[in-house]
């Protein structure tokens, strides 16, 4: 049987085992969220022998060619010495700006990294509160904020949300990986139809590449429609009504569950040009593309991203 060695600490398991059960069932904490291959958040490095690795496409090659694997898309099926993601080692160092309410269920978190962080409206990035670690889209603007943003939906509770509620300006935190998933703004899309459809803090990045789109100028019609369990969840909905009233090209709608099916059944496409993003639970999300197709969106003019649960 393949043997795995952790600083220090070897053990054998069972051909074929998954590497992220492999080191939590051994007693090596290695956080995760999705599971799919997309959070990023079981982040390891093989620093002797290899894995099988069932998602070689969801790392770039130059963290391939340095042993980072995914441990949550590997299967142990030799010896392997592996490397955890240590946060004070290889994430880089942050401050808490602040922590405050946008809603019953949802905490703004604005963070300040020590160094200039690059990224791109759409993007996310793995957080860490000592050794627990979550995945979390940005909201916020590079060329507007002076700070992170993050939108944290705290309705079931969890390991970092629990930390997140206890967090005050000037408390350290780290960061991980930064990650771009589907979601992103094109200039190329300055004239076309803009959909926006968001669940719950899926508006988070949304919220993002709609000022975006704004920044840049964008000349067509923008539709943005937000999903909330009840209307207490429209967390945004001042923000997004200042946008509205500034720009004539934004329309904003506000749906909650119960007036979501047939509101989304009498969508209708104003032209086959119009580009779609959406993101939320994978079943929301669904539910959006669906309702897309049916109305004549062809397919590669979606795009998604969804907020899977913990496995």
């Known amino acids: ?3 795995l060695t952790v600083a220090g600490k070897q053990w054998t398991v069972a051909a074929g085992s ?4 492999a080191l939590n069932q051994s007693g090596v904490p290695v956080p995760y969220s999705c599971r799919a291959g997309s959070c990023h958040a079981c982040l390891v490095q093989c620093v002797d022998g290899d894995v099988r690795d069932s998602r070689p496409d969801a790392l770039s090659p130059a963290q391939r060619d340095q042993g980072w694997r995914l441990a949550c898309q590997c299967q142990v099926v030799e010896d392997v010495q592996i490397h955890t993601f240590d946060p004070q080692r290889d994430g880089q160092a942050a401050q808490v700006a602040a922590v405050d309410w946008l809603g019953p269920d949802v905490l703004r978190l604005r963070v300040t990294p020590e160094r200039a962080l690059r990224y791109q409206a759409g993007q996310h990035l793995v957080l860490w509160a000592g050794d627990v ?6 909201a916020s603007l590079p060329e507007e904020d002076r700070f992170l943003e993050f939108h944290l939906d705290c309705r079931e509770p969890g390991r970092f949300i629990d930390a997140a509620r206890k967090m005050k300006g000037g408390d350290p935190i780290r960061l991980g990986e930064l990650r ?6 094109d200039p190329d899309w300055h004239a076309k139809p803009l959909w926006l459809l968001a669940a719950g803090t899926g508006l988070a990045p949304l919220f993002g590449i709609l000022r975006e789109a704004l920044r840049q100028h964008h000349q067509g019609s923008i539709r943005l429609i937000h999903v909330a369990h009840d209307a207490a969840g429209h967390y945004l909905a001042k923000p997004l009504a200042a946008l ?3 720009h004539e090209n934004l329309c904003v709608e506000l749906l909650t569950a119960a007036e979501a099916p047939p509101a989304l059944a009498q969508l209708r496409l104003v032209s086959r040009q119009t580009q779609a993003l959406l993101c939320g639970h994978p079943d929301r999300v669904e539910a959006f593309a669906k309702r897309l197709y049916l109305a004549g969106l062809p397919r590669n003019q979606l795009l998604a991203d969804v907020f899977l649960p913990r496995g």
């Open 1 to 3: 049987m393949p043997e």
């Open 18 to 21: 998954n590497l992220l059960d």
């Open 133 to 138: 670690a979550r995945p979390y889209s940005l």
């Open 180 to 185: 771009g998933g589907a979601l992103h703004y």
């Open 244 to 246: 509205a009233a500034k």
